[in-house]
T-cell receptor
Framework: GIQVEQSPPDLILQEGANSTLRCNFS?????LQWFHQNPWGQLINLFY???GTKQNGRLSATTVATERYSLLYISSSQTTDSGVYFC??????????????FGKGTLLTVNP | DAGVTQSPTHLIKTRGQQVTLRCSPK?????VSWYQQALGQGPQFIFQ???????QRGNFPDRFSGHQFPNYSSELNVNALLLGDSALYLC?????????FGPGTRLTVL
């Protein structure tokens, strides 16, 4: 099956710093999502980004589908950004609604 | 508009018992998927239901079974619980802009 690799596995930042998280995948996909998992386990949708670039406040994401990677940028980090960030991909034909394959995540800690 | 809901929040069972977890999808979503997340790992796909049928299944034994009702809500059943079944169980419903997850049920097997 498809492999999803995230880097770095752990990242520690001071509040206000910027960071880039990377997601590599081993095959073509028809969907890619970024999630933030809070300390209570809730997976929060950040981006649905099968290709191109999107921005939402301090967060932005870019997926280069032809080169099989995606990047999540966090600018001016805040302590509330702490948690695990997951990349997940979906394969299949005919649109969405197939299973998601997750990476192992990046554990981000933002210190005040 | 309510998001994906799951019940119960937490559950403690002993080995060999059976458990049922419940999920209601977001309004308008007709496809429900279940995932298991062990500590320190990413979620792993268990199965997906659409039109009350299991449409896809991950690499999980037959002890894991499910059901989808006409109102699109879903249940996950696990029989003969093992210690290794202790995990966070997540339900997701699907739209054209991806999957949306519920808060999860944390299952502890003693």
């Amino acid at each position: 099956g498809i492999q999803v690799e995230q880097s770095p596995p752990d990242l520690i930042l001071q509040e206000g710093a910027n960071s880039t998280l990377r997601c590599n995948f081993s095959d073509s996909v028809n969907n890619l999502q970024w999630f933030h998992q809070n300390p209570w386990g809730q997976l929060i949708n950040l981006f649905y980004i099968p290709s191109g670039t999107k921005q939402n406040g301090r967060l932005s994401a870019t997926t280069v589908a032809t080169e099989r990677y995606s990047l999540l940028y966090i600018s001016s980090s805040q302590t509330t950004d702490s948690g695990v960030y997951f990349c997940a991909v979906e394969q299949g034909s005919g649109g969405s609604n197939y299973k998601l394959t997750f990476g192992k995540g990046t554990l981000l800690t933002v210190n005040p | 508009d309510a998001g994906v809901t799951q019940s119960p929040t937490h559950l403690i069972k002993t080995r060999g018992q059976q458990v049922t977890l419940r999920c209601s999808p977001k309004s308008g979503h007709d496809t429900v998927s279940w995932y298991q997340q062990a500590l320190g790992q990413g979620p792993q796909f268990i199965f997906q239901y659409y039109e009350e049928e299991e449409r896809q299944r991950g690499n999980f034994p037959d002890r894991f079974s499910g059901h989808q009702f006409p109102n699109y809500s879903s249940e996950l059943n696990v029989n003969a619980l093992l210690l290794g079944d202790s995990a966070l169980y997540l339900c997701a419903s699907s739209s054209f802009v991806g999957q949306f997850f519920g808060p999860g049920t944390r299952l502890t097997v003693l």
